[in-house]
């Protein structure tokens, strides 16, 4: 789950990190009250996406007039087609200097790693590897002074910035620790002319595996009303822009199975990993949800581990049943009860494959007769 | 021989009065898997299968002495599960649980690695050796043993790869599944390192996905290997910037794609299949070479 | 630093273990009160040391008056010469099983050691051997669930009790870690006719080397008036019985000087370490302490190490000057810049012992002369 | 030889801008302790007594090639001093830093455990090889080279020891202050196994005191070793139950008593002094018997 930087910045304040005074606005009314609280501000879209900057995401205002032109402009925005719908009004910075530090879930370590360099305000991307300084974090121990000093040491700060740096590198990792982040991320980390550090943006993503345990954090809902509804199901799913809708059982099948559609000329329509273990019941739902946004084909690819083959067949049928389609559908079944799968499609009209590329071949063809 | 597990394994089933935990208990006995115990806090003196169950695995490995365990605890309580087999001296911790906290999972690594525990997932189908131990929840009939290694990063693609090499009379040696998450036990270059040791491997099947750099890596083991890899990479549709399903797919800061995978694994002088039907043949191919 | 009975088990409460309803009284009258709103009572005398039930220290009450009676009586009385002026009055229990569960440091193992048996209630020294159960806690990761089940299970507890007990467990060694104890303990923790598990008796030792981090807690004082004024001054101090006054650098060699002069015949009236680095200022302070004692002899003995000779002789130069006594006094100096010692104390009329030994055998013999 | 600190260990000085870190510095200078290197945060680029300064221990390790550290931190930071050597690769870290948090040095033993590094203290007088290497707080001039290898766990108690077997001519190989609190690093069997092991060393000194068990697991050890220990325990007057200045000297329910000591350690086979003036006699007997 990611949060927005607001929200970010609210722990990042919580966990003793400075951050620049701040009202959040979902009114220009509201944006002109804190320009007229906070004197000179920046005015910033929130959205749940990255490169807001560049998409012209952040606006300064002087006086309350401003603030509230400059907001009704970015609240008709839309950035990587997310509606902006609240700002982050921020007292003006003084910037002298802009830094990044992150810190994220490394996979290939299997630990927590820093990240850090004294260019910041970009994409850390784009900032040369010699500028950029990593330290790898024991999970057991966490992060100690003497950890982060050394990094600060190899940016190249000098006191009294360094010291700063430091103890923000300490905080955030408290964070990141204490919210189950797979990812913190200040960028830019400022020092303003009178030499105060100050997070200027904050990221905070949350590992949506750990929200039972993070009650306190407030709520946001990212992807479009569809996803949020198969995901509501227990499964993952993603909209993508093509026209034949795809199941499978698996992330790396369903990935294997839009790439064998996209290479035999076809365009998937969505990505719906029902997961090794699902139950008939959210695969009935989730076959609905697919059948409703009219796709040209449906393709569901089981191979059946832990998920049986008849228990697809019977949600197959029963979707079919509530929904009365008549798109055409290709059903691909192979595994665990391979066989009792087949005969309970057989009863209901439908020949399933058990190879996933002649199945996908099918697809196609029959989403390119549906033309 | 084989890797990780053999005919010698006794394993304990972790939450085995559970519905998912007593379903593959009867599956892995019916493989012919060394299933000497189970655990279930509060519950210990029963049998499930006919095999005992006890409160906690320091009694299972005392009383039954098992090598290895399967974890089906619910992602909640996974972490506590592991440590305790790993404290309790088990040698391989299998966790299919899925869901499991990032953080709890590198804590768990991180526990495992000061033990020298191997740690197979989290989000994992398990570890088979044909014909002598499977730990796991793939399905019993679609392997066949022989000189074919597999490790792979997702489940059912491997079944379906597994089935496609077994029916074209390819066995395999042992079938790894890393696991689906970010943070999990094993990683390619791990499997790899094991699978050239194993004297019965004589090819190795690599089944990755776009995320992470686990593939790259691998690719650089590769080429100092003697044994030849046929890799397949799912997920060359996925469009950037995407969640496909696990954490692991999440392609992000331009790492971890499809194209930079492939390259790196032809400049590692893996073959590379485009198909996942395209594999039997290529492994064929690899193994009338060595 | 040990916390009242009520303290810990407040602490306790917090961290989610369940204790008896109780409230805390400091007359008969209060006392009285908790009767009356609790029903029958048991009123516990509260004092920083064990063996307070075998001194008769808890008495029981089922009416206000028999309440306030039975706190007049506790009131008066003193537990192993500390006076009582503190009363926890709790609830009632209907008792049917007592354990015993504590967590301490342990040296040898350099870990925290869980210590359960089911013969609570008494001494743990006095339970055999086969009836505790002991478990050594990684401090790298803590105490887990699978740890606190398998020491129940070797306890020999049965559910529903023993997944209670797994749970006050798993909170206690949250308690020992966010507390910085060097001790937690449970004694007895009851299993009550109904099962339900909860802590009869509550004990808390806090590490007074972290007391600077633990604000938070609230502040015992143990000791005589003068000890905790020598600890003021950061130097360890324990009143004992004799009659000759010591005070030497470093714990081990001021035991030393204590068992010499015990086997000369002398009796110490103290314990004084002025540690390895003490300065002038607190060593004269508690030079003057010592002095107002009245003691028959002073025996400094210092061997010079970060502690410089000349140093101790100015201290003792300035106390005799300050407190203007004639207590017999001896010094024995050695180490470094223990000339300069000598020699500043010579000029005051003082002469200096270079062997421990001789030393003490002179102020035994001055305690002597003095009778 | 000698045991954990001789002529090649390089010692890094944490806070060695300090009052007492710049004074010990030029003491263990004035030894010919070959202190290479100090740390400061914030302070790295300037000399104390002719030692250049670093901001972190890595960094005085990578360019000065320290191997042993010496903490003079206040307590409240200790841990974190401890762990920046011991991560830095420092082999013997020496914390002299006293009053620091029983679990802060839990805490560090567990990561010394973990790394196999040598912790010296925390509460301790230091260590020293005599003629060699010198790396504490310890006078200059009370030891001289020699074959008693002495253990202790008080520290001036140890110096008035040493001081007494240099005046008779019985000079030492090491001396190590293990430290007086609870949780050391350090205990006497782990002192006795490498002075056992330590050609230069002929007999053993062992400096105790009442509390805690470590004279009793002492006792069980000597009982193995072919080289004599006489032992000398303070604390045969205190009285039950007091504190007497360090934690370690509690007498808590019945164990670590002046008398269950003497009897262990009597029946261990080490040699008992009543007064520390009786060791150097019983020292000079333990050597001609060797």
């Known amino acids: 789950m990611k949060l927005y930087e607001y929200m970010a910045k609210e722990l990042f304040g919580k966990a003793g990190i400075p951050v620049p005074a701040g009202r959040l606005a979902f009114t220009a009314q509201e944006a002109a009250d804190a320009c007229a609280e906070l004197g000179p501000v920046a005015i910033k879209a929130q959205v749940l996406a990255g490169g807001r900057g560049k998409a012209g995401g952040i606006k300064f205002a002087d006086t309350p007039p401003e603030a509230a032109a400059a907001a009704a402009d970015l609240l008709g925005m839309a950035i990587r087609d997310l509606a902006v719908d609240r700002l982050l009004c921020e007292q003006k910075l003084s910037i002298e200097r802009e830094l990044y530090v992150g810190i994220a879930v490394d996979g290939t370590t299997r630990r927590p790693v820093l990240i850090a360099s004294v260019q910041g305000g970009v994409n850390i991307e784009e900032v040369p590897e010699k500028s950029i300084v990593r330290r790898r974090i024991g999970v057991t121990w966490g992060l100690f002074g003497y950890a982060a000093r050394e990094v600060v040491r190899r940016m190249g700060l000098d006191e009294p910035a360094a010291g700063k740096v430091v103890d923000i590198l300490l905080r955030l990792y408290r964070v990141f620790r204490q919210y189950d982040a797979e990812l913190v991320e200040i960028n830019p980390l400022v020092i303003l002319t009178g030499g105060e550090v100050i997070a200027a943006d904050g990221r905070c993503n949350v590992d949506d595996d750990a929200l039972w345990r993070q009650r306190d954090l407030p709520q946001t809902t990212e992807g479009t009303e569809l996803e949020r509804k198969v995901k509501s199901l227990g499964l993952s799913y993603v909209e993508l822009d093509g026209d034949i809708a795809v199941m499978a059982n698996g992330a790396g099948i369903t990935m294997a199975t839009l790439d064998i559609i996209q290479r035999y000329g076809g365009r998937p329509a969505n990505f719906l990993d029902a997961g090794g273990g699902a139950g008939v019941e959210p695969m009935t739902r989730a076959l609905e949800v697919l059948i409703a946004t009219k796709p040209r084909a449906v393709l569901v690819n089981i191979f059946g581990g832990i998920t049986r083959c008849d228990d697809v067949a019977n949600a197959i049928v029963q979707a079919r049943r509530t929904v009365k389609t008549d798109v055409p559908m290709v059903v691909r079944l192979s595994g665990t009860n391979e066989d009792e799968g087949i005969e309970i499609l057989a009863r209901d009209g439908l020949t399933a494959y058990r190879s996933m590329e002649e199945a996908a071949a099918r697809v196609v063809a029959l989403a390119g007769e549906a033309n | ?290």
């Open chain 2, 1 to 290: 021989m084989a890797i990780i597990v053999d005919e010698k394994t006794k394993v304990c089933v972790q939450a085995i009065t559970g519905r998912q935990g007593r379903f593959h208990t009867r599956q892995m006995l019916d493989y012919g898997t060394r299933v000497v115990a189970g655990t279930s806090p509060g519950k210990g003196g029963q049998e499930v299968e006919g095999v005992p169950v006890y409160d906690t695995v320091e009694e299972a490995v005392d009383k039954r002495g098992a090598t290895a365990s399967i974890i089906f605890v619910p992602a909640p309580f996974a972490k506590d599960a592991a440590f305790e087999a790993i404290d309790a001296k088990i040698q391989v911790v299998t966790i299919i649980s899925e869901h499991i906290p990032v953080h709890d999972a590198m804590e768990i690594m991180a526990f495992a690695a000061q033990r020298g525990v191997t740690v197979v997932g989290p989000n994992t189908f398990g570890v088979i050796s044909p014909g002598k131990c499977k730990i796991g929840i793939m399905p019993n009939r679609i392997y066949i043993p022989g000189p074919v290694g597999i490790a792979a990063r997702s489940g059912t693609l491997s079944y379906e790869i597994a089935y496609q090499l077994s029916s074209a009379g390819l066995g395999q040696s042992t079938v790894v599944g890393l696991g689906g998450d970010r943070v999990v036990g094993l990683d390619f270059v791990d499997c790899l390192r094991m699978l050239e040791r194993d004297p019965e491997t004589k090819a190795v099947v690599l089944v990755g996905e776009i995320g992470g750099s686990a593939e790259e890596e691998a690719a650089e083991f590769i080429k100092g290997m003697t044994k030849p890899v046929v890799a397949y990479v799912a997920g060359k549709s996925a469009p950037p910037g995407k969640r496909m399903g696990h954490a692991g797919a999440i392609i992000e800061r331009g790492r971890g794609t499809f194209a930079g995978k492939i390259d790196a694994l032809k400049q590692g002088d893996a073959a590379v299949a485009e198909l996942p039907s395209e594999l039997p043949a290529l492994v064929k191919q690899a193994l009338e070479r060595v």
